[in-house]
Protein backbone atom coordinates (compact mmCIF):
# COMPACT_ATOMS: atom_id res chain seq x y z
CA UNK A 1 0.00 0.00 0.00
CA UNK A 2 1.26 3.17 -1.21
CA UNK A 3 0.76 6.19 1.17
CA UNK A 4 1.39 9.76 -0.51
CA UNK A 5 1.51 12.93 1.02
CA UNK A 6 3.76 16.22 0.08
CA UNK A 7 3.56 19.02 3.04
CA UNK A 8 4.72 19.53 6.21
CA UNK A 9 6.05 17.17 9.67
CA UNK A 10 1.98 17.42 10.01
CA UNK A 11 1.26 15.77 6.98
CA UNK A 12 3.95 13.27 7.27
CA UNK A 13 3.24 12.24 11.19
CA UNK A 14 -0.32 10.71 10.64
CA UNK A 15 0.87 8.35 7.98
CA UNK A 16 3.77 7.36 10.14
CA UNK A 17 1.04 6.23 12.53
CA UNK A 18 -0.72 5.04 9.92
CA UNK A 19 1.81 2.72 7.99
CA UNK A 20 2.69 0.81 11.59
CA UNK A 21 -0.98 0.06 11.99
CA UNK A 22 -1.42 -1.39 8.46
CA UNK A 23 2.00 -3.31 8.83
CA UNK A 24 0.93 -5.10 11.50
CA UNK A 25 -2.04 -6.09 10.06
CA UNK A 26 0.04 -7.82 7.63
CA UNK A 27 -0.07 -4.77 4.54
CA UNK A 28 3.53 -3.69 2.80
CA UNK A 29 3.45 -0.08 3.24
CA UNK A 30 5.63 2.49 2.00
CA UNK A 31 5.55 6.27 2.12
CA UNK A 32 5.87 8.82 -0.85
CA UNK A 33 7.05 12.45 1.31
CA UNK A 34 9.61 15.21 0.77
CA UNK A 35 13.27 14.51 0.97
CA UNK A 36 13.47 16.78 4.21
CA UNK A 37 15.94 14.57 6.63
CA UNK A 38 13.95 14.63 9.86
CA UNK A 39 10.90 12.90 7.68
CA UNK A 40 13.62 10.54 6.84
CA UNK A 41 14.79 10.10 10.30
CA UNK A 42 11.19 9.93 11.76
CA UNK A 43 10.29 6.89 8.78
CA UNK A 44 13.54 5.47 9.41
CA UNK A 45 12.76 4.95 13.09
CA UNK A 46 9.77 2.81 12.51
CA UNK A 47 11.11 0.56 9.66
CA UNK A 48 8.94 2.12 6.77
CA UNK A 49 10.22 3.13 3.60
CA UNK A 50 10.44 6.29 2.24
CA UNK A 51 10.07 6.96 -1.51
CA UNK A 52 11.25 10.99 -1.62
CA UNK A 53 9.47 12.81 -3.85
CA UNK A 54 10.14 16.66 -5.07
CA UNK A 55 11.93 19.24 -3.26
CA UNK A 56 12.60 19.69 0.49
CA UNK A 57 9.28 20.91 2.17
CA UNK A 58 11.19 23.00 4.67
CA UNK A 59 13.15 25.16 1.53
CA UNK A 60 9.75 25.48 -0.48
CA UNK A 61 7.81 26.70 3.02
CA UNK A 62 10.83 29.35 3.71
CA UNK A 63 11.00 30.63 0.38
CA UNK A 64 7.69 32.31 1.04
CA UNK A 65 6.51 32.80 -2.65
CA UNK A 66 4.13 35.69 -3.77
CA UNK A 67 0.64 34.32 -5.00
CA UNK A 68 1.85 34.77 -8.56
CA UNK A 69 4.09 31.81 -8.43
CA UNK A 70 1.48 29.39 -6.73
CA UNK A 71 0.56 27.92 -10.01
CA UNK A 72 3.89 27.20 -11.42
CA UNK A 73 4.79 25.27 -7.90
CA UNK A 74 1.71 23.57 -7.69
CA UNK A 75 2.63 22.41 -11.57
CA UNK A 76 6.18 20.97 -10.43
CA UNK A 77 4.59 19.19 -7.34
CA UNK A 78 2.20 17.85 -9.68
CA UNK A 79 4.59 16.58 -12.46
CA UNK A 80 6.67 14.86 -9.62
CA UNK A 81 3.74 13.22 -8.53
CA UNK A 82 3.16 12.05 -11.90
CA UNK A 83 6.55 10.89 -12.16
CA UNK A 84 7.54 9.69 -8.66
CA UNK A 85 4.43 8.25 -7.48
CA UNK A 86 3.52 6.71 -10.71
CA UNK A 87 6.76 4.47 -10.28
CA UNK A 88 6.30 3.57 -6.38
CA UNK A 89 2.46 2.71 -7.04
CA UNK A 90 3.59 0.05 -9.29
CA UNK A 91 2.41 -3.21 -7.75
CA UNK A 92 0.46 -1.31 -5.22
CA UNK A 93 -2.99 -2.51 -4.18
CA UNK A 94 -4.55 0.70 -2.72
CA UNK A 95 -3.33 4.02 -2.35
CA UNK A 96 -3.69 6.84 0.12
CA UNK A 97 -3.64 10.36 -0.99
CA UNK A 98 -2.83 13.57 1.44
CA UNK A 99 -1.36 17.11 2.15
CA UNK A 100 -1.54 20.08 -0.41
CA UNK A 101 -4.22 19.95 -2.77
CA UNK A 102 -2.32 19.32 -5.93
CA UNK A 103 0.03 16.82 -4.42
CA UNK A 104 -3.18 14.89 -3.81
CA UNK A 105 -4.89 15.40 -6.88
CA UNK A 106 -1.47 14.11 -8.43
CA UNK A 107 -1.35 10.80 -6.09
CA UNK A 108 -4.91 10.10 -6.80
CA UNK A 109 -4.65 10.91 -10.59
CA UNK A 110 -1.76 8.20 -10.98
CA UNK A 111 -3.94 5.80 -8.28
CA UNK A 112 -6.85 6.06 -11.29
CA UNK A 113 -4.10 5.38 -14.10
CA UNK A 114 -3.34 2.22 -12.57
CA UNK A 115 -7.05 1.07 -11.67
CA UNK A 116 -6.00 0.75 -7.56
CA UNK A 117 -8.60 2.01 -5.18
CA UNK A 118 -7.48 4.86 -3.65
CA UNK A 119 -8.39 6.92 -0.59
CA UNK A 120 -8.29 10.78 -0.32
CA UNK A 121 -7.65 11.88 3.57
CA UNK A 122 -7.56 15.77 4.80
CA UNK A 123 -6.12 16.39 8.29
CA UNK A 124 -8.76 18.91 9.15
CA UNK A 125 -12.13 19.60 7.81
CA UNK A 126 -11.83 23.12 6.49
CA UNK A 127 -11.49 22.28 3.06
CA UNK A 128 -14.38 20.53 2.86
CA UNK A 129 -17.49 21.84 1.80
CA UNK A 130 -19.98 22.78 4.50
CA UNK A 131 -22.75 25.55 4.16
CA UNK A 132 -21.88 26.47 8.18
CA UNK A 133 -18.86 27.91 7.31
CA UNK A 134 -16.95 29.88 4.78
CA UNK A 135 -13.94 27.86 2.90
CA UNK A 136 -10.09 29.39 3.01
CA UNK A 137 -9.36 31.69 0.58
CA UNK A 138 -5.95 30.95 -1.27
CA UNK A 139 -3.09 33.67 -1.70
CA UNK A 140 -3.64 35.84 -4.25
CA UNK A 141 -7.43 34.99 -4.73
CA UNK A 142 -8.94 36.84 -2.14
CA UNK A 143 -12.83 36.76 -1.65
CA UNK A 144 -15.09 39.57 -2.23
CA UNK A 145 -16.25 40.71 0.67
CA UNK A 146 -19.92 41.53 -0.25
CA UNK A 147 -20.01 38.11 -0.77
CA UNK A 148 -21.52 36.57 2.49
CA UNK A 149 -23.33 33.33 1.49
CA UNK A 150 -21.40 29.89 2.23
CA UNK A 151 -22.60 28.22 -0.82
CA UNK A 152 -21.57 31.35 -2.94
CA UNK A 153 -18.35 30.98 -1.19
CA UNK A 154 -17.92 27.25 -1.52
CA UNK A 155 -18.73 27.81 -5.37
CA UNK A 156 -16.07 30.66 -5.87
CA UNK A 157 -13.34 28.09 -4.21
CA UNK A 158 -13.91 25.48 -6.65
CA UNK A 159 -13.42 28.29 -9.49
CA UNK A 160 -10.34 29.71 -7.88
CA UNK A 161 -8.86 25.88 -7.06
CA UNK A 162 -9.79 25.28 -10.83
CA UNK A 163 -8.18 28.31 -11.43
CA UNK A 164 -4.91 27.75 -9.74
CA UNK A 165 -4.80 23.96 -10.57
CA UNK A 166 -6.31 22.28 -13.28
CA UNK A 167 -3.94 23.74 -16.09
CA UNK A 168 -0.80 21.99 -14.71
CA UNK A 169 -3.32 18.75 -13.77
CA UNK A 170 -5.09 18.46 -16.47
CA UNK A 171 -1.84 18.72 -18.76
CA UNK A 172 -0.24 15.67 -16.96
CA UNK A 173 -3.16 13.40 -16.94
CA UNK A 174 -4.03 14.21 -20.85
CA UNK A 175 0.11 12.90 -21.49
CA UNK A 176 -0.74 9.97 -19.07
CA UNK A 177 -3.53 8.99 -20.78
CA UNK A 178 -6.13 10.30 -18.46
CA UNK A 179 -9.48 12.54 -19.46
CA UNK A 180 -9.03 15.85 -18.01
CA UNK A 181 -11.47 16.53 -15.19
CA UNK A 182 -13.14 19.58 -15.15
CA UNK A 183 -13.33 20.20 -11.39
CA UNK A 184 -10.53 19.72 -9.21
CA UNK A 185 -11.95 19.73 -5.84
CA UNK A 186 -14.50 17.16 -6.65
CA UNK A 187 -11.63 15.19 -8.56
CA UNK A 188 -9.42 15.26 -4.63
CA UNK A 189 -12.47 15.02 -2.16
CA UNK A 190 -13.86 11.89 -4.31
CA UNK A 191 -17.33 10.69 -3.39
CA UNK A 192 -16.25 9.16 0.34
CA UNK A 193 -13.69 11.53 1.90
CA UNK A 194 -11.48 10.91 4.79
CA UNK A 195 -11.52 13.20 7.72
CA UNK A 196 -8.29 12.17 9.95
CA UNK A 197 -9.32 14.32 12.98
CA UNK A 198 -10.04 13.68 16.38
CA UNK A 199 -14.54 14.30 16.64
CA UNK A 200 -14.08 15.76 20.27
CA UNK A 201 -11.79 18.33 19.16
CA UNK A 202 -13.23 18.60 15.80
CA UNK A 203 -16.78 17.80 14.98
CA UNK A 204 -17.73 17.08 11.69
CA UNK A 205 -21.34 18.05 11.08
CA UNK A 206 -23.15 15.72 8.36
CA UNK A 207 -23.67 17.44 5.45
CA UNK A 208 -25.89 16.72 2.17
CA UNK A 209 -23.94 15.60 -0.77
CA UNK A 210 -20.46 14.79 1.18
CA UNK A 211 -20.68 11.31 3.05
CA UNK A 212 -17.43 12.01 5.31
CA UNK A 213 -15.58 9.38 7.27
CA UNK A 214 -14.07 10.27 10.15
CA UNK A 215 -11.72 8.23 11.77
CA UNK A 216 -9.93 10.19 14.75
CA UNK A 217 -6.55 11.24 14.69
CA UNK A 218 -3.84 9.05 13.49
CA UNK A 219 -0.83 8.65 15.97
CA UNK A 220 1.64 6.25 17.57
CA UNK A 221 2.34 6.11 20.71
CA UNK A 222 5.59 7.24 21.46
CA UNK A 223 8.14 4.52 23.28
CA UNK A 224 10.99 7.51 22.98
CA UNK A 225 12.82 8.72 26.13
CA UNK A 226 13.12 12.19 26.67
CA UNK A 227 17.17 13.40 26.08
CA UNK A 228 18.87 12.95 29.64
CA UNK A 229 20.08 17.10 29.63
CA UNK A 230 16.15 17.36 29.21
CA UNK A 231 15.25 15.24 31.72
CA UNK A 232 17.70 16.82 34.57
CA UNK A 233 16.39 20.51 33.35
CA UNK A 234 12.67 19.26 34.12
CA UNK A 235 13.51 17.64 37.52
CA UNK A 236 15.35 21.03 38.35
CA UNK A 237 12.32 22.76 38.96
CA UNK A 238 8.86 22.89 38.36
CA UNK A 239 7.08 22.52 35.03
CA UNK A 240 7.97 24.68 32.41
CA UNK A 241 6.56 26.51 29.20
CA UNK A 242 7.08 24.52 25.84
CA UNK A 243 7.58 27.08 23.23
CA UNK A 244 7.61 25.71 19.18
CA UNK A 245 6.38 26.28 16.17
CA UNK A 246 6.89 23.56 14.26
CA UNK A 247 6.88 23.82 10.56
CA UNK A 248 6.71 27.96 10.46
CA UNK A 249 9.19 29.93 9.90
CA UNK A 250 7.80 32.64 11.86
CA UNK A 251 8.15 34.88 8.74
CA UNK A 252 7.60 38.86 10.40
CA UNK A 253 8.27 37.23 14.10
CA UNK A 254 11.49 39.44 15.04
CA UNK A 255 13.10 38.30 17.76
CA UNK A 256 10.27 35.65 18.78
CA UNK A 257 12.78 33.32 21.17
CA UNK A 258 13.16 37.10 23.12
CA UNK A 259 9.39 37.75 22.90
CA UNK A 260 8.32 33.96 24.15
CA UNK A 261 11.35 33.62 27.24
CA UNK A 262 10.09 37.15 28.49
CA UNK A 263 6.21 36.18 28.38
CA UNK A 264 7.01 33.09 30.22
CA UNK A 265 9.52 34.55 33.07
CA UNK A 266 6.91 37.17 33.65
CA UNK A 267 4.57 34.20 34.77
CA UNK A 268 7.11 32.69 36.71
CA UNK A 269 7.80 29.96 34.55
CA UNK A 270 11.02 28.56 33.26
CA UNK A 271 10.84 28.13 29.54
CA UNK A 272 11.94 24.70 27.20
CA UNK A 273 12.48 25.99 23.34
CA UNK A 274 12.13 23.56 20.49
CA UNK A 275 14.31 25.12 17.19
CA UNK A 276 11.96 23.82 14.75
CA UNK A 277 11.32 25.64 11.19
CA UNK A 278 11.96 29.00 13.13
CA UNK A 279 14.87 28.16 13.96
CA UNK A 280 14.29 28.79 18.14
CA UNK A 281 17.21 29.26 20.67
CA UNK A 282 17.94 31.02 23.44
CA UNK A 283 20.16 33.67 23.73
CA UNK A 284 21.15 34.93 27.18
CA UNK A 285 22.37 31.09 28.72
CA UNK A 286 20.03 31.79 31.54
CA UNK A 287 19.88 28.54 32.82
CA UNK A 288 15.94 28.80 33.17
CA UNK A 289 15.72 27.68 29.30
CA UNK A 290 16.21 24.95 27.78
CA UNK A 291 16.46 24.45 23.65
CA UNK A 292 15.83 20.90 21.91
CA UNK A 293 15.22 19.59 18.24
CA UNK A 294 13.23 16.55 17.53
CA UNK A 295 11.85 15.53 21.01
CA UNK A 296 9.14 12.96 21.77
CA UNK A 297 6.12 15.26 22.24
CA UNK A 298 3.59 12.95 23.85
CA UNK A 299 6.15 12.89 26.96
CA UNK A 300 6.86 16.25 26.57
CA UNK A 301 3.76 17.94 26.77
CA UNK A 302 2.64 15.95 29.76
CA UNK A 303 5.85 17.29 32.10
CA UNK A 304 5.27 21.50 31.00
CA UNK A 305 2.75 23.93 32.37
CA UNK A 306 1.57 24.81 28.83
CA UNK A 307 1.94 24.69 25.03
CA UNK A 308 2.79 27.60 22.97
CA UNK A 309 2.92 26.56 19.56
CA UNK A 310 1.67 27.64 15.84
CA UNK A 311 -1.29 25.56 15.73
CA UNK A 312 -0.93 22.60 13.51
CA UNK A 313 -3.79 19.91 14.04
CA UNK A 314 -1.05 17.52 14.98
CA UNK A 315 0.46 19.34 18.10
CA UNK A 316 -2.97 20.84 18.86
CA UNK A 317 -4.61 17.52 19.58
CA UNK A 318 -1.24 15.73 21.12
CA UNK A 319 -1.16 18.69 23.69
CA UNK A 320 -5.37 18.03 24.27
CA UNK A 321 -3.95 14.17 24.74
CA UNK A 322 -1.52 15.14 27.30
CA UNK A 323 -4.41 17.30 29.31
CA UNK A 324 -2.20 20.63 28.68
CA UNK A 325 -3.11 24.09 28.36
CA UNK A 326 -2.36 25.53 25.01
CA UNK A 327 -1.60 29.19 23.81
CA UNK A 328 -1.72 28.95 19.77
CA UNK A 329 -0.42 31.63 17.97
CA UNK A 330 -1.63 30.70 14.28
CA UNK A 331 0.07 31.34 11.42
CA UNK A 332 -1.87 30.52 8.92
CA UNK A 333 -4.23 27.66 6.90
CA UNK A 334 -6.03 25.98 9.26
CA UNK A 335 -3.87 27.31 12.26
CA UNK A 336 -6.54 30.18 12.76
CA UNK A 337 -9.30 27.23 13.03
CA UNK A 338 -7.53 25.51 15.78
CA UNK A 339 -6.98 28.13 17.63
CA UNK A 340 -10.78 29.25 18.06
CA UNK A 341 -11.20 25.31 18.31
CA UNK A 342 -8.52 25.35 21.46
CA UNK A 343 -10.32 28.81 22.77
CA UNK A 344 -14.26 27.56 22.79
CA UNK A 345 -13.76 24.12 24.79
CA UNK A 346 -11.65 26.60 27.02
CA UNK A 347 -8.39 24.55 26.89
CA UNK A 348 -6.15 26.96 26.44
CA UNK A 349 -5.97 30.99 24.60
CA UNK A 350 -6.03 31.81 20.86
CA UNK A 351 -3.26 34.47 20.11
CA UNK A 352 -5.10 37.52 18.16
CA UNK A 353 -2.95 37.36 15.25
CA UNK A 354 0.43 35.99 14.14
CA UNK A 355 3.24 38.09 15.85
CA UNK A 356 3.41 38.11 19.14
CA UNK A 357 4.70 40.53 21.89
CA UNK A 358 5.49 40.41 25.09
CA UNK A 359 2.14 41.94 26.02
CA UNK A 360 -0.07 39.76 23.86
CA UNK A 361 1.69 36.60 24.72
CA UNK A 362 2.09 37.45 28.21
CA UNK A 363 -1.65 38.00 28.25
CA UNK A 364 -2.52 35.05 26.29
CA UNK A 365 -0.34 33.07 28.48
CA UNK A 366 -2.57 34.47 31.81
CA UNK A 367 -5.52 32.34 30.24
CA UNK A 368 -3.83 29.66 29.95
CA UNK A 369 -2.13 29.13 33.00
CA UNK A 370 -5.37 29.86 34.83
CA UNK A 371 -6.37 26.94 37.31
CA UNK A 372 -9.66 26.73 36.08
CA UNK A 373 -8.14 26.36 32.28
CA UNK A 374 -5.99 23.29 33.55
CA UNK A 375 -8.81 21.39 34.85
CA UNK A 376 -10.48 21.75 31.89
CA UNK A 377 -7.64 20.42 29.54
CA UNK A 378 -7.78 17.66 32.33
CA UNK A 379 -11.14 16.78 31.54
CA UNK A 380 -10.68 17.00 28.02
CA UNK A 381 -7.92 14.48 27.70
CA UNK A 382 -9.66 11.77 29.14
CA UNK A 383 -12.81 12.23 25.97
CA UNK A 384 -9.83 12.49 23.43
CA UNK A 385 -9.45 9.27 21.34
CA UNK A 386 -6.64 7.41 20.76
CA UNK A 387 -7.31 4.69 18.31
CA UNK A 388 -7.80 6.47 15.08
CA UNK A 389 -4.66 5.20 13.18
CA UNK A 390 -6.38 1.61 14.03
CA UNK A 391 -9.49 2.36 12.79
CA UNK A 392 -8.39 3.42 9.66
CA UNK A 393 -6.16 0.87 9.22
CA UNK A 394 -8.70 -1.86 9.89
CA UNK A 395 -10.67 -0.25 7.41
CA UNK A 396 -8.04 -0.10 4.10
CA UNK A 397 -6.64 -3.76 4.91
CA UNK A 398 -9.38 -4.99 2.89
CA UNK A 399 -8.96 -3.16 -0.06
CA UNK A 400 -5.36 -4.52 -0.47
CA UNK A 401 -6.63 -7.88 -0.58
Known sequence: MLLSTYGSRGDVEPLVGLAVRLRERGAGVRVCAPPDEDFARRLAEVDVPLVPVGRSARALTKAAPPPSSLPERAALVIADQFETVGAAAEGCDAVVATGMLPAAA???????????????????????PSPRRRPLAYPGRPFPPEVTDPGELWDLDARHIN?????????????????????VRAHVLGARPWLATDPVLDP??????????????WFLPDPRPLPEGLEAFLAAGPPPVYVGFGSMPMHGCADIARVAVDAVRAHGHRAVLSHGWADLAAADG??????????NHQALFRRVAAVVHHGGAGTTTTA??????????PQLADQPYWASRVAALGVGAAHDGPVPTYASLSQALGRALAPETAARAAELAARVGTDGATVAAESLVPLAR
Open 106 to 128: GALSVAERLGVPAVSVTFQQLTL
Open 163 to 183: ELFAPALNAQRTAHGLAPVDD
Open 320 to 329: ARAGTPQVVV
Open 286 to 295: HPDCFTVGEV
Open 204 to 217: WEPTPGLDVVQTGA
